[in-house]
């Protein structure tokens, strides 16, 4: 099983960002997908989730209206497209695969730095 992330960099406030991750070694249309992140000092947290088909989505309130989350079943990749970026939204951001309680997957991360 792989998850491997890919976008992250250095942004300025404002700016845009669009994280992707590819999947690969699961049936990756059968797992529920979401992006967590976790910044300095602070515990990981769940920032979006996207259903098997895509059809329902859920953000964490500091990131409603600004980031979006997409998936491909067809490509095995999901992305999170974010916009109006913060200082705050600084951190390492995980990509996770959850079908059940015992398929639980995650990616190594990528960093994503908001300042000027």
């Known amino acids: 099983v792989q998850l491997v992330e890919s976008g992250g960099g250095l942004v300025q406030p404002g700016g845009s960002l669009r994280l992707s991750c590819a999947a690969s070694g699961f049936t990756f249309s059968r797992y529920y997908m979401n992006w967590y992140r976790q910044a300095p000092g602070k515990e990981r947290e769940l920032v979006a989730a996207?259903?098997?088909?895509?059809?329902?989505?859920n953000y964490a309130d500091s990131v409603k209206g600004r980031f979006t989350i997409s998936r491909d079943n067809a490509e095995n990749t999901v992305s999170l497209q974010m916009n109006s970026l913060k200082p705050e939204d600084t951190a390492v951001y995980y990509c996770?695969?959850?079908?059940?309680?015992?398929?639980?997957?995650w990616g190594r991360g990528t960093l994503v730095t908001v300042s000027s």
């Open positions: 996770n695969a959850k079908s059940g309680v015992f398929m639980n997957y």
């Open positions: 996207i259903s098997t088909t895509g059809d329902s989505t």
